[in-house]
Nanobody, 114 residues
Framework: QVQLVESGGGLVQPGGSLRLSCVAS????????MGWYRQTPGKQRELVAE???????NYAGSVTRRFNISRDIAKNTVYLQMSSLQPRDTAVYYC????????WGQGTQVTVSS
């Protein structure tokens, strides 16, 4: 049974950094691409960062050079290191397979505000 548990969100000032974690129980990273998605009220959930089964990373244009996705296969954990955060990055962040296959976790709220 797959379970996705995100953590690490919080309130940060513009220009600050946060590191999100996602424990993905039941997903084999070597054969599944994983991604971080985010959603704001009234908008569709969007994929912002992906790490393929082979370890290649891809980013949405809005976060390139500011966000870094990584994984620890032994811990079944995917990370999102976010820097130079801006108010437009405020959202609930989720992880899931790419493409989406599993039920969503509870997400973790990231709020960027002064």
């Amino acid at each position: 049974q797959v379970q996705l548990v995100e953590s690490g969100g919080g309130l940060v000032q513009p220009g600050g950094s946060l590191r999100l974690s996602c424990v993905a129980s039941g997903i084999i990273f070597n054969i599944n691409a994983m991604g971080w998605y985010r959603q704001t009220p009234g908008k569709q959930r969007e994929l912002v960062a992906e790490i393929t089964s082979g370890g290649t990373t891809n980013y949405a244009g809005s976060v390139t050079r500011r966000f870094n996705i990584s994984r620890d296969i032994a811990k079944n954990t995917v990370y999102l290191q976010m820097s130079s955060l801006q108010p437009r990055d405020t959202a609930v962040y989720y992880c899931n397979r790419v493409p989406v296959l599993y039920s969503w976790g509870q997400g973790t709220q990231v709020t960027v505000s002064s």
